[in-house]
């Protein structure tokens, strides 16, 4: 049985579906969920993509694991954080470096891109790691995702991400745009 948060995360997850490229906000379709994480389809007219998304942690900020038809086995990891106003342009706003870690499992570090959109209420974080498939295999055995984003030489953002039920949101999110290919 769901938690009585669950309606409430879903209505967050389906508002805060703003696409990264265009700021456009898609439509929710087909949300399930699977502990702290839901998979979803999100469609505009044809366009489609498939999510697996964390909605548990945080009430302003979202973790991601996004498909794309043509593209399903290269999945993009997104964190959206919603910052209240709504960003007058879009554009990157800093390149950090990131590290994401399972458990006790590897360091997978990286870079992350801090992106707005105009007439979004919140930002990006799109992640760009070499070991990429070897992290999400980790967060599919996984209980706790640890994210630091540097910020600064010596401002540290952490932020940690529950991980329960995100094997099964990835799995169906990956069967969904599979389906699509």
């Known amino acids: 049985m769901p938690t009585p948060?669950?309606?409430?995360a879903l209505l967050l997850a389906t508002l805060l579906t703003a696409a990264t490229a265009s700021a456009a906000i898609y439509n929710t379709v087909d949300a399930e969920?699977?502990?702290q994480w839901q998979s979803l389809t999100l469609t505009l007219g044809e366009?489609?993509?498939?999510?697996?998304?964390e909605v548990g942690s945080y009430s302003d900020s979202l973790f991601s694991v996004n498909l794309t038809p043509g593209a399903c086995d290269r999945p993009w990891l997104e964190l959206r954080v919603d910052l209240g106003e709504r960003q007058p342009e879009s554009r990157?706003?800093?390149?950090?470096?990131?590290d994401l870690r399972v458990d006790h499992e590897t360091i997978h570090g990286g870079e992350a891109e801090f992106i707005t959109e105009r007439g979004d209420s919140g930002f990006y974080v799109q992640f760009l790691l070499e070991e990429?498939?070897?992290?999400?295999?980790?967060?599919?055995?996984?209980e706790t995702l640890r994210l630091r984003l540097m910020r600064g030489e010596d401002d540290p953002w952490f932020?940690?991400?529950s991980l329960e039920g995100a094997a099964e949101a990835m799995a169906r999110a990956e069967r969904l745009c599979r389906v699509d290919d």
């Open 5 to 8: 948060i669950l309606p409430a």
């Open 33 to 35: 969920a699977h502990g």
């Open 47 to 53: 366009e489609r993509h498939y999510r697996a998304l």
């Open 92 to 98: 990157v706003v800093n390149r950090v470096p990131a």
């Open 132 to 142: 990429q498939p070897l992290l999400l295999e980790e967060m599919r055995r996984g």
């Open 159 to 161: 932020m940690v991400f």
